[in-house]
């Protein structure tokens, strides 16, 4: 059974950065999907980065630039380095997988980001 569980969220002021860990327990593949996305009280989970084989990563415009996602095969860790925070960078993160056809999500980890 795959598990994901996030850490690395708290309080920051805006300008600083914060790295956002996700370890992966369980049989996984190299080649899976790996990504990130957040979520506001009252929005909708919104797509944040993602990484694909290889690496190939993807970017949402408002965070391009500013964070940047990486992935350790050897641990089955997935990063989201985040620099340059904004108070709208304030949510609940969430890492997820994709593998043969299921999305797995973590629990999600807070970031506030103070102005």
């Known amino acids: 059974q795959v598990q994901l569980v996030e850490s690395g969220g708290g309080l920051v002021q805006a300008g600083g950065s914060l790295r956002l860990s996700c370890a992966v327990s369980?049989?996984?593949?190299?080649?899976?999907?790996m990504a990130w996305y957040r979520q506001t009280p009252g929005k909708e989970r919104e797509f944040v980065a993602r990484t694909n084989r290889g690496d190939l990563t993807t970017y949402a415009d408002s965070v391009k630039g500013r964070f940047t996602i990486s992935r350790d095969n050897a641990k089955n860790t997935v990063y989201l380095q985040m620099n340059s925070l904004k108070a709208e960078d304030t949510a609940v993160y969430y890492c997820?997988?994709?593998?043969?056809?299921?999305?797995?999500w973590g629990q999600g980890t807070q970031v506030t980001v103070s102005s």
């Open positions: 369980g049989s996984i593949s190299n080649f899976a999907t």
């Open positions: 997820t997988l994709v593998q043969g056809g299921l999305n797995y």
